[in-house]
């Protein structure tokens, strides 16, 4: 069941996200007086569609669809989507229209400045879709997260080899403050840290990071975890230690002889003490307290544990438009700096690259709204900046050829926007092979 939701979801996020990019496209077609041939959901290789606007029961159905200019469909083949613009070398590879006299309806007889603007209308499109659900979500629920000031780390071997410690209180990646403590790992990278300044035992320490390791870093989720310490909220009815009296502030210092900082610290002993009695060292203030905790079958003590506050910034409809504007750029300039550590081998970020596979496990396992909005919409920048690259087969590789003509006044030739185009179309099928082996790789380790 987990699987279909997950499927469905990646399904439905990539289909609006296709139909937003190639609908930006289509809009700026249109209004220069651009024919569209195609608009398609999926690619129809072979010429194979599971629907058209062209198939007879959908004409028979729809008379007025016979003259309709733009064939609209979905093809059998997920891997994105298109639209067929009329007197435009793109990725359907088309050229016959090359051997006919130009059209006045064509792309490649429109001024340059229109060629642009249809050419960058799927990112815009892509970016404003982000802004409105950015300003959606904004709006809707607000902001939560969990502030990185105040709250202390738990460590993995990878965090422990870099030099962090188990209750360190991170302060700034070289002159960057971190603000959210669940972004700590990303800002880490991003930010391509030098130096670690952080608050351990009362002191202020600081301490270089190897960068050779961020390859590592972006392949190892849960570096940092949130160090709670063993406080005691409350205690449910039913636990077998409920007659002992623990009261709300009481932190549990040792267990069977074993200091304990933080929950983290003490899974690992009460799984090897279940279904016995151990000696408790509590810290009530200033007083210390030994006792006799029962741990059941499953490691537990049956107490309900303090949690860390949860940071909320609400939002009016109206303030919400400016925040959901500066949360996309500020995705932008995030998703910018991970590319730029992709396109750079020493730091092997390149084995994050991930596909459809990848994707599909972001998205919660269960329905959520919130969950979803907010996924596609970085999804959404994502697609858009992916598009910029300036790669021919892509929207930047047009783009870029089209600024050249702007500037110098002079038109790349059919023969080489073709030829360019080719070389295009093998880069991409190149990074969708690594995209693909590297989620190969992940789910067989």
Partial sequence: MTVLIKTLQVILALSILIIVHEFGHFFFAKIFGVRVDKFFLFFDAGDRKLFSTKSKWFIKLCPKAAGWETEY?????????????AGMIDESMDTEHLKTEPQPWEFRTKPAWQRLLVMAGGVLFNFIFAIIMYTSL???????????????????????????????????????????????????????????TVLRDGDTASFHIDQTLFGEVMNSPGMFDLAVPFVVK???????????????????ACISGNEVDFVQDAWSILKELRGTEVPVTVI???????????????????????????????????????????????????????????????????????SFIAIGQIFPS???????????????????VMNLLPIPALDGGHIVFTLYEIITGRKP???????????????IFGLMFLAFGNDIARLIR
């Avoid at 080899?161 to 991170?170: A, L, S, T, Y």
């Fill in 73 to 85: 469909g979905i093809g059998w083949l997920p891997l994105g989507g298109y639209c067929k613009i």
């Fill in 138 to 196: 904004l709006a809707g629920w607000g902001e939560s997260y969990i502030s990185n000031k105040g709250n202390r780390i738990y460590v993995n071997e990878l965090a422990s080899e870099m030099g962090f410690r188990n209750g360190d209180e991170i302060l700034r990646f070289d002159d960057y403050v971190p603000e959210s403590f669940t972004m700590l790992q990303a800002d880490l990278v991003r930010n391509s840290t030098e130096k670690v």
């Fill in 234 to 252: 409350e205690i449910s009815a039913d636990s077998p230690n409920s007659a002992l009296g623990l009261e709300k502030g009481d932190r549990i």
């Fill in 284 to 354: 009530r203030g200033s007083d210390t307290l030994d006792l006799e905790m029962a741990v059941d079958t499953a490691g537990r003590l049956g107490v309900f544990l303090m949690q860390p506050e949860i940071t909320t910034k609400e939002y009016t409809v109206l303030s919400a438009i400016p925040a959901g504007f500066r949360k996309t750029f500020a995705s932008i300039s995030d998703y910018l700096k991970d590319l730029k550590l992709v396109a750079t081998p020493s730091t092997e970020a390149y084995k994050s690259v991930g």
């Fill in 366 to 384: 269960a329905w959520d709204w919130y969950s979803f909005l907010n996924i596609i919409a970085l999804l959404s920048i994502m697609l858009g």
């Fill in 413 to 427: 030739s059919d023969k080489f926007l073709y030829i360019t185009q080719i070389i295009g179309m093998l880069l």
